[in-house]
């Protein structure tokens, strides 16, 4: 089984996808950890960000290691461990220059699809990020669209920071830039056919999870679908 969720900076999308491998037993997959290695990497190696061939190079000689565990966040570059490393706010600023790198998003797109192929055996997987349903995994079994208001996000991209590293106007200008730059490659804010939206602004963490639950145990239970119709 895949479950997709997608939608925008701070809706809520990694503790949610997490909670929902966790309660299912199905591994899980950040896909924008992913990113962000690749822009760590290229940030590493001094390389300039608007020099797409040979950023996109890096991507696909990066070796990547991503942890599909949900109770186990761990991500290495090149063996490298980067797991608090790609938090940082220098990778925040930088990450969407990365992302909107059409060469570098076909690479991480192939690699996800491996992972998602890989998990299949095991029971299923949850994959967050923007593009899931609508480019990475279009036959998902359950595509939901996570949303919640700007307020929301910022409180709670706020709470994922170190106290004082951006400030309140800092932080509002990285979530607005960050999507307005991602919607130049993906619509993300905009349900692809078939998906769920969720609109998290009031709800709890276990809210939401709790609904995504319920809607991938009936999805699972639903007869399979003609190919035809996706």
Do not use: C
Not at 25 to 53: I, Q
Not at 81 to 93: F, K, Q
Not at 137 to 151: F, G, I, P, R, Y
Not at 159 to 184: H, K
């Amino acid at each position: 089984m895949i479950i997709a969720v997608d939608g925008p900076s701070g809706s809520g999308k990694s503790s949610t996808a997490r909670g929902v491998a966790t309660r299912l037993g199905l591994k899980y997959l950040d896909t924008g950890a992913m990113y962000r290695a690749v822009t760590w990497s290229v940030l590493e190696a001094g390389l300039d960000l608007t020099d797409t061939a040979t950023v996109a190079e890096r991507a696909r000689a990066v070796d990547l290691g991503i942890s599909t565990d949900p109770q186990l966040a761990h991500f290495t570059a090149d063996g490298t461990d980067v797991t608090e490393a790609i938090r940082d706010p220098r990778i925040s600023e930088n990450v969407s220059r990365i992302a909107t790198n059409l060469e570098v998003r076909k690479e991480l797109i192939r690699r996800q699809r491996e992972i998602i192929d890989d998990a299949q055996p095991g029971g299923g997987i949850v994959v967050e990020g923007r593009d899931i349903a609508t480019v990475v995994a279009t036959d998902a079994e359950l595509k939901v669209l996570l949303t919640a208001d700007q307020d929301a996000r910022m409180a709670r991209r706020k709470a994922e920071l170190a106290e004082g590293a951006l400030t309140a106007e800092q932080l509002r200008d990285q979530i607005v830039r960050r999507d307005a730059d991602d919607a130049t490659v993906s619509q993300f804010e905009v349900a692809s056919d078939g998906a769920v939206t969720i609109d998290s602004t009031h709800l709890t963490l276990e809210e939401v999870i709790d609904v995504i639950s319920r809607l991938a145990k009936e999805a699972e239970a639903a007869p399979p679908r003609d190919p035809r119709e996706s």
